[in-house]
């Protein structure tokens, strides 16, 4: 067995074991840095009612908390299904360097997971979503980006 199968086997495990458990959905997910996991994550969403407790979300979470950073460059994730529209933003805000994953998009909506409706709705225009967006007070909202700009010893990230 090689590394790959490996983490990804332990990342499946995890998945098995939120589902016997009866903490959400068939998800796991590990962070890997130099050989070593350095995050574990499975889903979440019912036993904390937390929509965002996806594996992925809750991997980088324990991987972030553990290297004491909130960035995790050098690292890779692991995960037992391709990523939705919301784990995916967080892989990139995390600066992760790769995505392994096992099953795919269509496996996942096969079971009752699709997220296709939520890739559809991103193109649209906002007075054609779903969920209305609604611009309120653009002048007030500049703001807090004016205090940002002014502060003087602010993390960039």
Known sequence: MNEHEKFMDEAIKLAI?????GEG???????????????RGNNHV???????????????RDACKNLNT??????????SCEPCPMCFGAIYWARL???Y???????????????????????????HR???FIHVSPEKG?????????????IKY
């Open 17 to 21: 074991d939120g589902v016997i458990a």
């Open 25 to 39: 959905g068939p998800f796991g997910a590990i962070v890997v840095k130099d050989g070593k996991i350095v995050g």
């Open 46 to 60: 019912t036993s904390t009612n937390d929509p965002t407790a996806h594996a992925e979300v809750m991997a980088i």
């Open 70 to 79: 909130f960035q995790l460059n050098g690292c890779v994730l692991y995960t």
């Open 97 to 99: 360097d790769k995505v």
């Open 101 to 127: 994953y096992s099953a795919n998009r269509h496996m996942a909506s096969y079971h009752g997971f699709d997220d296709s409706f939520i890739y559809d709705e991103v193109n649209l225009s906002f007075d």
């Open 130 to 132: 779903r969920i209305p």
């Open 142 to 154: 500049v703001v807090p980006f004016r205090e940002w700009d002014k502060k003087e010893n602010k």
